[in-house]
């Protein structure tokens, strides 16, 4: 099964950090891509631009409404994910924990929808 | 649970210490004859359950005893809302049906039944997996199955009682006990449920009062499982790994002891502190302490407690115990207090006759 990991931060508190603590952060994020992609479990991942290169669009009465973003107002905002196959949500949460923003703010894991035949409901 | 030992201490009658204390639970005594129904739903749902995921082993008889430790594990996963926990365990482990668990939880049937399945649903799409958790996380996975099992054991000790959840939570505890016989937990539950079981018959006066421990009819109480919740005990310590389940087990089964090792039980509250503290867990201590040692003693550990200000047996044990040093106006206004806060019928009658009693002094 496909689970995407949303890593979701406090950009404030990453800016605040100083620089060595952040490379720090970075080196183990650069070791746990390592250790998913060794694992065979990497699908994909990728880390976005701040919350402040967001841009929202949406659709309201036959408009195209595009404002700047995030779209969501919160102190945590979207900064990056992993796409992992893994056999349980038990895996999945595993790796979710080791992935360094799990200290400083929360993963979220969802289950990708799977298109081949699944069990009926 | 621990609510009933401070009651305990709430009662000291005038003329010297008080006879046995203890917790109560009240019922209406029902023997669940449906056990072997129960047994056939159990296995039917949970052959319909396990046939919607995808690990679905082949043959199903070999693994039965397995599978069921595999559901509970799966039921009470943390990736489920606690209220599906306790409901999808109840259904599926249990084989309780969906009117009962609403009628037992007091929610609507529609809300139940959405509950459940939503909970079988995320089990399914997110891919909770039904297999018994992996070395390092079942310390913490086995902690949420307790709970749970205790959840709702305590959901049917009331007031007002739900038999069938205790006899439930029993049962359930019970299969813990023979799937994972060497945690030492698994048995300290077992050990607990039934020694404060075995005062159901005891616990409630025929017109619906709380009788306090010290007033119990012994002969009430079912010998034959508080020999079972001893053995359970035993067998737990046995194991060599102490846990606030054993803990509790341990003060319980002293309960039972007349005259009461009050030192010794206030010894066991100070260790439950140590392993999970709680200013509950303090108010019992203090009152342990209070029998063990006066009034003084235990006064100065309630006062010293933070944070129970909307919770009546702080209020109403404070009240006790300036009682029985003599200061009745405070007593009376922590009695008011304590009225004011009681959350059940049953509670305030209670109080209101300790105000009542402390005014006529």
């Known amino acids: 099964m496909q689970y995407l990991l949303l890593i979701n931060d406090d950009e404030a508190h990453w800016g605040e950090m100083p620089e060595d603590e952040r490379n720090a952060i970075y080196g183990e994020y650069m070791q746990y891509t390592q250790e998913l992609q060794s694992s065979g479990v990497l699908v994909g991942a990728n880390q976005l631009q701040p919350g402040s290169t967001a841009t ?10 595009t404002t ?24 999945a949460l595993e790796w979710a924990a080791k992935i360094p923003s799990a200290r400083y703010g929360h993963i979220e894991v969802r289950p990708v929808v799977m298109r081949e035949a699944e069990v009926a409901s | 649970m621990q609510d009933a030992f401070v009651r305990a201490a709430e009662r000291w009658p005038r003329d010297g210490a008080p006879a046995n204390p203890g917790a109560w639970i009240v019922t209406t005594a029902r023997n669940a004859a449906i056990d072997r129904i129960r047994r056939e739903r159990t296995l039917a749902r949970k052959t319909e359950l396990l046939a919607r995921a995808e690990e679905l082993p082949a043959d199903q008889e070999a693994t039965i005893p397995d599978e069921r430790l595999e559901l509970i594990f799966a039921c009470c996963h ?3 809302a606690p209220e599906a926990q306790v409901a999808l365990t109840l259904s599926l482990v249990g084989g309780l049906e969906t009117p009962e668990i609403a009628h037992a939880f007091l929610v609507p049937e529609s809300t139940l039944a959405q509950r459940l399945v939503r909970a079988k649903r995320k089990i399914r799409d997110a891919g909770i997996p039904l297999r018994v958790p992996a070395e390092h996380l079942l310390p913490e996975r086995l902690r949420l199955v307790l709970a749970t099992i205790y959840l709702v054991f305590n959901a049917g000790y009331g ?32 050990a607990l449920l039934l020694l404060q079981d075995a005062r159901r018959d005891a616990r409630v006066s025929p017109t619906g009062e709380l009788v306090l421990l010290g007033d119990q009819d012994r002969g009430l ?30 003060i319980a089964s002293l309960h039972f002891e007349a005259p009461t090792d009050w030192a010794q039980i206030a010894l066991l509250y100070g260790r439950l502190a140590e392993l999970s503290p709680s200013p509950v867990v303090e108010l019992n201590r203090a009152v342990a302490v209070t029998m063990a ?12 407690l933070t944070g129970l200000e909307r919770y009546h047996l702080w209020h109403s044990t404070r009240a006790e115990l300036l009682n029985r040093l003599g200061r009745s106006e405070e007593a009376k206004a922590a ?27």
């Open chain 2, 221 to 250: 109480w079912d010998a034959d499982e508080i020999t079972q919740g001893r053995r359970a005990l035993e067998r737990a310590l046995s194991l060599r790994l102490s846990g606030p389940y054993q803990l509790q087990a341990a």
């Open chain 2, 159 to 190: 007031p007002p009682v739900r038999r069938e959840l205790c006899g439930e939570a029993i049962r359930l505890a019970a299969v813990l006990a023979t799937l994972m016989p060497d945690e030492a937990e698994v048995h300290g539950l077992h």
């Open chain 2, 335 to 361: 009695y008011s207090r304590a009225l004011g806060l009681a959350p059940s019928e049953t509670e305030r009658t209670f109080l209101l006759g300790r105000l009542e009693a402390a005014r006529d002094q």
């Open chain 2, 293 to 304: 040692d006066g009034p003084e003693q235990g006064l100065q550990i309630v006062d010293g």
């Open chain 1, 68 to 91: 700047d973003g995030p779209f969501a107002e919160t102190k945590e905002v979207l900064g990056g994910y992993y796409l992992i196959d893994v056999g349980t949500l038990d895996e």
């Open chain 2, 78 to 80: 943390p990736a489920l």
């Open chain 1, 56 to 65: 929202v669009v949406s659709i309201e009465g036959g408009k195209t409404i």
